[in-house]
């Protein structure tokens, strides 16, 4: 029973990497139904969801990505996370929905379930790190840690709209594996799979959220790669 005034942060824990089909999308999208038919709106002060880059699906030509980038989602995950954003914002009108689009999250406690999480299990485990294709095209991601305190920022600071929180420094897959392989000081393989699927960069145009918190220094991802390795 809700007594008291109160922050509302909706992240689901069916992520893509864990199942990305009609069922689970159907599932996300039923928790944000719930969401607005169960709790009291009234005692909301804000609310914060923790949405995806995936909504935008394939951007070509490089362009980077801003919250005014065309959505043309690919995929039941990407699509149950558009589809939530939308039924939030036409159900509840009166509080502030600050939507956090999310380019990828690692760091302790992920479970390996990152990409970044990944590397470092397969690396450790003295497996090697197998990487899509050409393991050329770029990636933006975000440690957790970080997450945590942008999330109580905006809990500080109720926002109304869409932010895509990234770090703005896209690196390659291949050089992601080759950070976690030397911050390890072994002699992992990587090993490219060539498959008939094909990738595009992420690149992001983080010029909003820079300007709602400026003073925001995110952890680069060698020094990130590092802090996960020491916490296990």
Same mark, same amino acid.
């Given at each position: 029973?809700?007594?008291?005034?109160?922050?509302?942060?909706?992240?689901? #824990?069916?992520? @893509?990497?864990?199942? *990305?089909?009609?069922?689970?999308?159907?599932?996300?999208?039923?928790? &944000?139904?719930?969401?607005?038919?169960?709790?009291? %709106?009234?005692?909301?002060?804000?609310?914060?969801?923790?949405?995806?880059?995936?909504?935008?699906?394939?951007?070509?030509?490089?362009?980077?990505?801003? $919250?005014?980038?065309?959505?043309?989602?690919?995929?039941?995950?990407?699509?149950?996370?558009?589809?939530? $954003?939308?039924?939030? *914002?036409?159900?509840?009108?009166?509080?502030?929905?600050?939507?956090? @689009?999310?380019?990828?999250?690692?760091?302790?406690?992920?479970?390996?379930?990152?990409?970044?999480?990944?590397?470092?299990?397969?690396?450790? #485990?003295?497996?090697?790190?197998? &990487?899509?294709?050409?393991?050329?095209?770029? @990636?933006?991601?975000? $440690?957790?840690?970080?997450?945590?305190?942008?999330?109580?920022?905006?809990?500080?600071?109720?926002?109304?709209?869409?932010?895509?929180?990234?770090?703005?420094? #896209?690196?390659?897959?291949?050089?992601?594996?080759? %950070?976690?392989?030397?911050?390890?000081?072994?002699?992992?393989?990587? $090993?490219?799979?060539?498959?008939?699927?094909?990738?595009?960069?992420?690149?992001?145009?983080?010029?909003?959220? @820079?300007?709602?918190?400026?003073?925001?220094?995110?952890?680069?991802?060698?020094?990130?790669?590092?802090?996960?390795?020491?916490?296990?």
């Amino acid at each position: 029973q809700f007594k008291h005034n109160f922050s509302l942060i909706i992240c689901s #824990s069916i992520t @893509r990497t864990l199942e *990305n089909s009609l069922e689970s999308m159907i599932q996300n999208i039923q928790m &944000i139904d719930n969401i607005v038919k169960n709790i009291p %709106i009234y005692l909301v002060d804000n609310i914060i969801y923790l949405s995806s880059i995936d909504i935008f699906g394939v951007v070509k030509n490089s362009n980077k990505i801003n $919250e005014n980038t065309q959505q043309n989602t690919v995929g039941y995950y990407g699509l149950s996370k558009l589809v939530s $954003e939308k039924l939030l *914002n036409f159900n509840i009108q009166d509080k502030p929905i600050t939507v956090l @689009r999310l380019p990828g999250i690692y760091g302790h406690g992920d479970k390996y379930k990152s990409i970044v999480g990944k590397f470092i299990h397969d690396a450790h #485990s003295k497996k090697k790190i197998k &990487i899509t294709n050409d393991g050329n095209c770029l @990636r933006d991601y975000v $440690e957790v840690n970080d997450l945590c305190k942008i999330v109580d920022h905006f809990i500080q600071n109720p926002f109304n709209g869409a932010v895509i929180v990234a770090t703005g420094h #896209s690196l390659t897959i291949n050089d992601i594996a080759k %950070i976690v392989i030397t911050k390890l000081n072994n002699k992992t393989v990587i $090993e490219n799979i060539n498959t008939q699927s094909s990738s595009t960069d992420l690149l992001f145009d983080n010029s909003l959220f @820079r300007s709602i918190m400026p003073s925001f220094n995110f952890i680069d991802i060698s020094t990130g790669i590092e802090k996960y390795i020491k916490s296990i």
